[in-house]
C-alpha cells in the first residue's frame, strides 16, 4: 500500500495546492530540495523581500529554474515592485522579472505611496508573461481598523477589476501588530471574514508566518484556505493541519478525515 492509497481509505481528503511558501535567503540545494518533496501541495513559491536581487543571480536563477521544473510558479513579493516605481524604474523592473522567468509579481503599498494604476499595471505585467496580484495592507500602520477593510475592500475590488489574479492580506513575516492581528498576535476573525466574504477563497491570500496564524485561519475557514508566507520547512506541517491529521485539528470536526464505509460492509 501506498501513502497516497492509505490517505484515501482514512477518509483525507484530497486538496487542491493552496499554500505559498515563501524564499527569504535560503540556498538553492534546499529550495530545490523542498519543492521535490512538496511541489505538489504549493500553489506558488515566493522570492520574498528584496533577497533575490542581491543574491548570485545563477543561484536565483536554479532556484526558479527548479519551480519550473516541478510545476510551480516562482513569484517575487511587492516590497521590490514599489522601490522601483519609487524611483522611476518600474517598466526595468518588471521586464527583469520575466527575463529571469518570474511568473506572478505582487504589486503593493505597503510602504511607499506611488499612486499606481491598477489597469496599467496589470497590463505590463501580462505583456511580459506574468501574473499580477495585489497586496492589501501597510507594513507599518498596525493592526487592521473597521475603516481600513472598508477601504482595503474597494482597493482590492479595483485591482481584481483590472485583471488582478489575487489580493494578499498584509501579515509580514510574524503576524503581530499588523493586518489581521494585534499587538499580541491575536487573530481577528470578524474582520477577516469581510475580506472572505468579498473576493470569495479562490481570489484571496492571507499571509500566515507563525505557526499560530496558519491554524487559526485553516481552524476558521477550514481547509481550502489559500495562505503565504508560509516558510518551507513549515509546509507539511500545515498541509498535516489542513487536513485533520495534526492533533491539534483532529479536534475539529470541519477538519477531520472523512472515513468512508465500502458499500459492502453493514
Known amino acids: 500500500m501506498s501513502t497516497k492509497e492509505y490517505l484515501k481509505q482514512l477518509g483525507v481528503r484530497d486538496l487542491p495546492p493552496r499554500t505559498v511558501p515563501f524564499d527569504p535567503g535560503y540556498d538553492a540545494p534546499t529550495v530545490a530540495a523542498h519543492l521535490r518533496q512538496s511541489s505538489h501541495l504549493m500553489a506558488g513559491l515566493k522570492l520574498s523581500m528584496a533577497c533575490w536581487q542581491i543574491a548570485r543571480e545563477e543561484e536565483t536563477l536554479h532556484k526558479i529554474d527548479a519551480c519550473r521544473e516541478n510545476g510551480v510558479c516562482p513569484c517575487v513579493g511587492g516590497g521590490p515592485l514599489e522601490v522601483a516605481a519609487k524611483q522611476g524604474l518600474l517598466r526595468e523592473y518588471m521586464e527583469l522579472c520575466s527575463k529571469l522567468g518570474i511568473g506572478r509579481v505582487e504589486a503593493g503599498e505597503g510602504f511607499i505611496q506611488n499612486d499606481l494604476r491598477p489597469k496599467e499595471i496589470v497590463a505590463m505585467a501580462s505583456d511580459l508573461g506574468m ?136
Open 131 to 266: 501574473e499580477l496580484q495585489f497586496e492589501l495592507g501597510e507594513k507599518h500602520s498596525g493592526a487592521f481598523t473597521e475603516a481600513d477593510v472598508s477601504k482595503l475592500l474597494q482597493q482590492g475590488d479595483e485591482w481584481l477589476a483590472a485583471g488582478a489574479s489575487q489580493v494578499v492580506i498584509e501579515a509580514r513575516e510574524d503576524a503581530s501588530g499588523v493586518g489581521l492581528f494585534d499587538e499580541k498576535g491575536a487573530f481577528n476573525g470578524v474582520l477577516a471574514d469581510r475580506f472572505m466574504e468579498n473576493f470569495g477563497v479562490e481570489f484571496v491570500v492571507f499571509e500566515a508566518p507563525t505557526k499560530y496564524s496558519q491554524f487559526e485561519l485553516i481552524r476558521h475557514f477550514g481547509a481550502n484556505v489559500s495562505l503565504g508566507n508560509v516558510r518551507l520547512e513549515e509546509v507539511l506541517r500545515v498541509e498535516i493541519y489542513r487536513r485533520g491529521l495534526h492533533s491539534d485539528a483532529f479536534q475539529y470536526e470541519h477538519l477531520q478525515p472523512s472515513l468512508i464505509v465500502p458499500t459492502d460492509v453493514e
